[in-house]
């Protein structure tokens, strides 16, 4: 994925789900917490991602930022397909922070 013009290339980590799209017809802060958890599996692939990379940072290979998640789900609420976008962030920076704390959260649970 190019993001605009000057800008460099990123990954963008796509799940296709059979499942209905989550409907996004209540308040700002509900639909916000249905969002984080309809992406939060897409989260912890990025982390995974995030980790392998640093764990083969001597590859000579050039790896893309992963950047971007988008679920496309087959069917939603109007019966057509749909995809849902998210952006981890638009620094290095802030997509570490967003991957820390699905990291913090997942070792909550294990």
Known sequence: VKDGPGAGVSLRIVDY???????LK????????????AFF???IYALL?????K???KST?????HRFLRLLYLTSHNDKAESLDYDLGATKEERDAELQA???ELANVW
């Open 17 to 23: 789900k059979t499942g209905k799209a989550p409907h």
């Open 61 to 65: 290979r050039k790896s893309l930022d």
């Open 49 to 53: 991602l995030q980790e392998n990379k």
């Open 41 to 43: 599996q897409l989260k």
């Open 102 to 104: 699905v990291h913090a």
């Open 55 to 57: 764990k083969y940072k």
């Open 26 to 37: 209540y308040t700002p802060a509900m639909n916000h917490k249905i969002m984080n958890e």
